[in-house]
């Protein structure tokens, strides 16, 4: 199937992660054109990178048509998509469909562990409701099963079987 992918992000260090009950950080997220992928690691020079062995959030994938409706259902003010802090933005792909099941983009091989589960934070980053709203839509987390590199534009998404 045919899939675009509109926006890469990369964060080199964590605004949410581990900070439950404290105040969010403010570390930026910087939009790429394309970035390098390595098999069992990650995301070249984002947080995760290296974060763990056989960790399920190598890549993270958010759906593009979410986004929209979440500016259009519940934001309460101007957002980005930046903000959901997932690697990549596709669209043209449920992502749900996509766990438990190994797939190709570009050439690399990725293996779909679950869903990125909303957190709280989502409602400081964008409103009240987006957490609720998320659930069940929150993203898609991958291993990353060959190198290889992802940049932005239209390519085939190949599902290859359960994993």
């Given at each position: 199937?045919?899939?675009?992918?509109?926006?890469?992000?990369?964060?080199?260090?964590?605004?949410?992660?581990?900070?439950?009950?404290?105040?969010?950080?403010?570390?930026?997220?910087?939009?790429?054109?394309?970035?390098?992928?390595?098999?069992?690691?990650?995301?070249?020079?984002?947080?995760?990178?290296?974060?763990?062995?056989?960790?399920?959030?190598?890549?993270?994938?958010?759906?593009?048509?979410?986004?929209?409706?979440?500016?259009?259902?519940?934001?309460?003010?101007?957002?980005?998509?930046?903000?959901?802090?997932?690697?990549?933005?596709?669209?043209?792909?449920?992502?749900?469909?996509?766990?438990?099941?190994?797939?190709?983009?570009?050439?690399?091989?990725?293996?779909?562990?679950?869903?990125?589960?909303?957190?709280?934070?989502?409602?400081?980053?964008?409103?009240?409701?987006?957490?609720?709203?998320?659930?069940?839509?929150?993203?898609?987390?991958?291993?990353?099963?060959?190198?290889?590199?992802?940049?932005?534009?239209?390519?085939?998404?190949?599902?290859?079987?359960?994993v």
């Amino acid at each position: 199937m045919k899939v675009q992918v509109r926006h890469i992000y990369i964060s080199p260090d964590h605004n949410y992660f581990g900070r439950y009950g404290k105040k969010s950080l403010s570390h930026q997220v910087v939009e790429r054109e394309s970035v390098d992928l390595v098999a069992g690691s990650g995301v070249v020079d984002d947080r995760f990178f290296d974060y763990e062995e056989d960790y399920k959030g190598q890549i993270t994938f958010f759906d593009w048509e979410v986004f929209q409706k979440v500016v259009d259902e519940v934001a309460s003010k101007e957002i980005d998509p930046s903000y959901f802090r997932r690697n990549v933005v596709l669209e043209g792909v449920d992502l749900n469909t996509l766990i438990g099941k190994r797939f190709t983009l570009n050439g690399v091989e990725y293996s779909g562990s679950c869903e990125c589960s909303p957190c709280f934070w989502m409602n400081e980053a964008c409103g009240r409701g987006t957490e609720e709203f998320l659930k069940g839509r929150g993203g898609l987390r991958c291993r990353i099963l060959n190198d290889g590199s992802l940049g932005t534009g239209e390519y085939e998404l190949e599902v290859l079987g359960d994993v």
